[in-house]
């Protein structure tokens, strides 16, 4: 009993005195200068008719492409495109919103365009001629990306299920997936470790000394390496990266995750 009192005392005293906060990073993978270490192998965003980057079919000037109300691939798109020239800060989410009409509103009236708030052929060409073919990432900048399949590893008991590969965390007691939400990992020379882990500590209101910034709902799991409620990735998306820890953006998915979790459970980090 002694000697247990001391073990986790002694993790404790480790992970006050560790933690991670955010830092920049690359999130589109850059020119391989300052890559992020999370490797990038989900599934591209559907072309065709969801993602229409190019040109549409003659006559078809006039046609409305995307409106109010309207969802998909081709929207997130779209969204992703008009973050590219500052017409857009939301997102993207795929979802045509109020938002996205506004700032079609913008991008039309700025260039002589009639301000509908309709992505008709013409605007899309113009928007088109301005931008870039957004990443994977542009277009999941602020999460919503699909959750890869889980390791093997994650298939039995309670399990913290995380994949570098899709940037998602799954929670799975006995094969079953109970949540998933968007996370993101360490930058380029704070690598999250990958492995098989267990959660040793929780702290709700937890302010790393190391870096004096607050890591609320941290479960820790390797030395100051922890699952937390990241302000900035709620801001920036990916954007940023942390010194390690693995970044929550969504606070009310992280507080039930932060209940359901007990110290003990199994966290699989993989790719």
Same mark, same amino acid.
């Given at each position: 009993?002694?000697?247990?009192? %001391?073990?986790?005392?002694?993790?404790?005293?480790?992970?006050?005195?560790?933690?991670?906060?955010?830092?920049?990073?690359?999130?589109?993978?850059?020119?391989?200068?300052? #890559?992020?270490?999370?490797?990038?192998?989900?599934?591209?965003?559907?072309?065709?008719?969801?993602?229409?980057?190019?040109?549409?079919?003659?006559?078809?000037?006039?046609?409305?492409?995307?409106? #109010?109300?309207?969802?998909?691939? @081709?929207?997130? /798109?779209?969204?992703?495109?008009? #973050?590219?020239?500052?017409?857009?800060?939301?997102?993207?989410?795929?979802?045509?919103?109020?938002?996205?009409?506004?700032?079609?509103?913008?991008?039309?009236?700025?260039? @002589?365009?009639?301000?509908?708030?309709?992505?008709?052929?013409?605007?899309?060409? #113009?928007?088109?001629?301005?931008?870039?073919?957004? @990443?994977?990432? /542009?277009?999941?900048?602020?999460?919503?990306?699909?959750?890869?399949?889980?390791?093997?590893?994650?298939?039995?008991?309670? %399990?913290?299920?995380?994949?570098?590969?899709?940037?998602?965390?799954?929670?799975?007691?006995?094969?079953?997936?109970?949540?998933?939400?968007?996370?993101?990992?360490?930058?380029?020379?704070?690598?999250?470790?990958?492995?098989?882990?267990?959660?040793?500590?929780?702290?709700?209101?937890?302010?790393?000394?190391?870096?004096?910034?607050?890591?609320?709902?941290?479960?820790?799991?390797?030395?100051?390496?922890? %699952?937390?409620?990241?302000?900035?990735?709620?801001?920036?998306?990916?954007?940023?990266?942390?010194? @390690?820890?693995?970044? %929550?953006?969504?606070?009310?998915?992280?507080?039930?995750?932060?209940?359901?979790?007990?110290?003990?459970?199994?966290?699989?980090?993989?790719?």
């Amino acid at each position: 009993m002694g000697r247990s009192l %001391v073990a986790v005392a002694g993790a404790a005293v480790l992970a006050a005195v560790t933690g991670c906060t955010a830092q920049p990073v690359d999130a589109n993978g850059g020119d391989g200068k300052h #890559r992020s270490p999370v490797h990038i192998e989900i599934p591209h965003a559907p072309s065709g008719s969801g993602t229409p980057s190019t040109a549409p079919p003659p006559g078809a000037s006039s046609a409305v492409l995307w409106a #109010r109300g309207d969802s998909g691939p @081709g929207v997130r /798109e779209l969204q992703a495109r008009l #973050r590219q020239v500052d017409w857009l800060f939301d997102g993207p989410t795929g979802a045509y919103d109020d938002l996205t009409e506004n700032a079609v509103k913008g991008f039309q009236g700025k260039r @002589g365009l009639p301000r509908t708030g309709r992505v008709d052929s013409v605007t899309w060409q #113009r928007l088109l001629k301005m931008t870039h073919r957004p @990443g994977t990432w /542009e277009l999941y900048l602020m999460g919503g990306q699909p959750a890869a399949a889980p390791d093997p590893r994650c298939m039995t008991g309670r %399990v913290l299920c995380i994949s570098k590969t899709s940037r998602t965390l799954r929670w799975m007691i006995d094969g079953r997936t109970v949540s998933t939400m968007a996370v993101r990992f360490g930058a380029q020379y704070t690598p999250t470790r990958d492995g098989v882990f267990s959660v040793y500590w929780k702290s709700r209101h937890h302010v790393s000394t190391l870096y004096h910034s607050p890591m609320p709902y941290a479960m820790f799991f390797s030395g100051g390496q922890a %699952v937390h409620y990241s302000y900035d990735f709620a801001a920036r998306g990916y954007a940023g990266g942390s010194h @390690g820890c693995v970044n %929550v953006r969504d606070e009310e998915a992280i507080a039930a995750l932060f209940s359901q979790v007990r110290n003990g459970d199994k966290v699989v980090v993989d790719w």
